[in-house]
């Protein structure tokens, strides 16, 4: 099995680097089913995983005069305060068992990975209605500065709960508020979700040991996967990657769901 998790490491980088999205809601499902962490481990590991590989893409972007540091400082520093507070006061509070009656026991870690289907049917349903190009002209603006705080809150508060991106939500938000062509929004993005996530990482370093060399290790197979992505990414349709990738995660997302029903009620 942990063959084939390091593979699937290697693919989600490889999204990343071809569709600049997408591939970061898969870490925490594979570090969970392929390597057998707990979920709050896999959490963890999934901050520095998507972090790394998310800055390493930004800099691909930022040649390519796609991320706007300004505006993506602005997102992220509302953000990033959202995860320090749930990483450094809201997780350690949290009880293991959340609710038992019977034979039926919801954990803290069952009920993280069945939000995190429910997240990554979200995530699919906006890859599969994604489009290749977007007119700044065409987009419907909105200056309500609520919906930027609004975004930058939830983001946070799904990075910081369960170590995802949450580049499906910080992409349209973007769009909207600052008006950006969907490629500077994506790039600023990953510019944000490194920003976010190594962020939390740093929160937790102090609360349980971390084994360096396998962290280290999948990685690197994200980067690599990642910068093989942006090499080839010009052979390839996106819109068809992204259709096909956001099948896959709904696939994915609806296995996991049925998996996390069978071990609540025991069966």
Known sequence: MQVVGYFSTLLIGLSLGLMGAGGSILTVPVLVYFFRLEPASAVR???????STSSISSIAKFKQGQVLFKKGIIFASISIVMVWLIRSFIIPKIPAVLWHWHDVTLTFGMLSMIIFSLLMMMAARTMMQAKNDCDPQQVEKSNSISVLIGCAVTTGVLTGFLGAGGGFLIVPALTLFFHL?????????????SLNTLSGFLSDLGLQEVKWTFLLLTTALAILGAVAGQRISHLFNTRQLR??????????????????????TNL
């Open 181 to 193: 062509d969907i490629k500077k929004a994506v790039g600023t993005s990953l510019f944000i979700i």
């Open 243 to 264: 259709l096909c990738f956001g099948w896959f995660i709904l696939i994915l997302a609806i296995v996991i769901l049925a998996v996390q029903a069978g071990e609540l």
């Open 45 to 51: 590991y999934s901050l520095f995983i998507v972090g």
